[in-house]
């Protein structure tokens, strides 16, 4: 099993910035992918949002809403992950969740997109909120 714990929620000003963080205990693999989906309310789990993702291999991937605002960064020493949000717009406020999948990468441009948008991590965080006021 994989727990997945974040913290860096909060609310601040169209603009402003906040870093979300997620340390991964349990089952670690060698290979893994972890990053960050959103969820706005009225919408179902399956419906979550794909921001970021990051790979071992430190390949990444953005949903083109946040491309140039957002970055994602991973502590492989600590199995941590790191979503830095600048320039947040108020369309930026949801849950967020941590996922990670064990035994698996980011292959290739096409596989991490797919990931992204379509594939949804075995494991998950329990959220936190982020707030942006206009």
């Known amino acids: 099993q994989v727990q997945l714990v974040e913290s860096g929620g909060g609310s601040v000003q169209a603009g402003g910035s906040l870093t979300l963080s997620c340390a991964a205990s349990g089952y670690i693999t060698p290979r893994y992918y972890m990053g960050w989906f959103r969820q706005v309310p009225g919408k179902e789990r399956e419906e979550r949002e794909g921001?970021?993702?990051?790979?071992?291999?430190?390949?990444?991937i953005f949903a083109d809403s946040v491309k140039g605002r957002f970055t994602i960064s991973l502590d492989n020493a600590k199995n941590t992950v790191y979503l830095r949000m600048n320039n947040l717009k108020p369309e930026d406020t949801a849950m967020y969740y941590c996922a990670a999948e064990m035994g698996s990468a980011l292959y290739s441009d096409s596989d991490a997109r797919r990931k992204l948008e379509r594939d949804k991590p075995a494991h998950w965080g329990q959220g936190t909120q982020v707030t942006v006021s206009s």
């Open positions: 921001v970021a993702l990051i790979d071992i291999y430190d390949k990444t």
